[in-house]
């Protein structure tokens, strides 16, 4: 398998792994810590902006444009789906912050290892 195809291969399951947990998955009893779950969303979508810059760069493509892109239009989506199809997830525009913070914590660790 060509590693840019493992790339792919590996952001597309992260993405689908985000599906679950954001609208398959019940949502949990509430932490005891205000505001927790936002570093759970910084993390999941941080590893996917990773994930998405390395399959994206490995096509000969800048990937930051379109990261961004793609990881905003996912954290929009996924909170409106949350807010209109499930029954025990609500769509809160913090969550969207949070998801665009890992984004960017993302593509920073990506450039990070890129220049190393």
Request: aromatic share 12%; proline share 6%; net charge positive.
């Amino acid at each position: 398998m060509s590693l840019p195809l493992r790339h792919s291969l590996a952001a597309a399951s992260w993405w689908l792994f985000s599906v679950y947990l954001l609208l398959l998955k019940p949502a949990g009893a509430p932490s005891a810590i205000p505001h927790f779950d936002k570093l759970g969303h910084a993390l999941l979508f941080a590893v996917w902006a990773w994930l998405l810059a390395r399959s994206l760069a490995a096509r000969q493509r800048p990937p930051l444009r379109p990261t961004l892109w793609l990881c905003l239009a996912w954290a929009l989506l996924s909170e409106l789906a949350q807010g209109s199809l499930t029954l025990t997830r609500s769509a809160e525009a913090g969550d969207v912050a949070a998801d665009m913070a890992g984004v960017l914590i993302g593509l920073y660790l990506w450039r990070w290892g890129k220049s190393r």
